[in-house]
């Protein structure tokens, strides 16, 4: 059975791309606890990240630093968090977030965002990464998975 991140992934329902590799993709979450709020999702569907080899879930976490780093840049913050809870969705996810403070962290917080605000928010972060030297792993198209 298919989660909605393999439906993202594969291109059957939408998503906003800042990553995409081998192993993963991060796309932006329609409801995030503040602007630049992404998911990174392993292209394999790992129930809990406690499921997924050491290996995958090392790449991950180096992943989830490199778009940590770009959102700090992109979005002017102090810090970004990293959340890994998995409850609404059966599929591995990271959660990377952009912090001005403490209470962005709290995915109760998490609001729908415009199409308008997510369209902006991944460009700026899109822009982040590939001034930071990701531009192999920055998908040429914001609305594709697909590797170069």
């Given at each position: 059975?298919?989660?909605?991140?393999?439906?993202?992934?594969?291109?059957?329902?939408?998503?906003?791309?800042?990553?995409?590799?081998?192993?993963?993709?991060?796309?932006?979450?329609?409801?995030?606890?503040?602007?630049?709020?992404?998911?990174?999702?392993?292209?394999?569907?790992?129930?809990?990240?406690?499921?997924?080899?050491?290996?995958?879930?090392?790449?991950?976490?180096?992943?989830?630093?490199?778009?940590?780093?770009?959102?700090?840049?992109?979005?002017?913050?102090?810090r970004a968090g990293?959340?890994?809870?998995?409850?609404?969705?059966?599929?591995?996810?990271?959660?990377?977030?952009?912090?001005?403070?403490?209470?962005?962290?709290?995915?109760?917080?998490?609001?729908?965002?415009?199409?308008?605000?997510?369209?902006?928010?991944?460009?700026?972060?899109?822009?982040?990464?590939?001034?930071?030297?990701?531009?192999?792993?920055?998908?040429?198209?914001?609305?594709?998975?697909?590797l170069a």
């Open positions: 059975m298919s989660t909605v991140f393999d439906n993202i992934i594969t291109g059957v329902w939408p998503g906003r791309f800042v990553w995409a590799d081998d192993l993963c993709v991060a796309f932006a979450t329609i409801e995030p606890t503040s602007p630049g709020h992404v998911l990174v999702v392993p292209r394999t569907s790992y129930e809990a990240w406690t499921d997924a080899p050491s290996d995958v879930a090392a790449h991950l976490m180096k992943v989830a630093r490199a778009i940590g780093l770009a959102q700090k840049s992109a979005f002017d913050v102090p990293l959340v890994i809870a998995g409850f609404e969705v059966p599929h591995t996810h990271l959660h990377v977030i952009p912090l001005r403070d403490e209470s962005d962290v709290s995915l109760s917080k998490a609001a729908p965002a415009t199409d308008e605000e997510l369209d902006s928010a991944m460009t700026a972060l899109r822009q982040a990464l590939l001034s930071a030297g990701h531009g192999a792993h920055v998908p040429p198209s914001m609305g594709s998975a697909a």
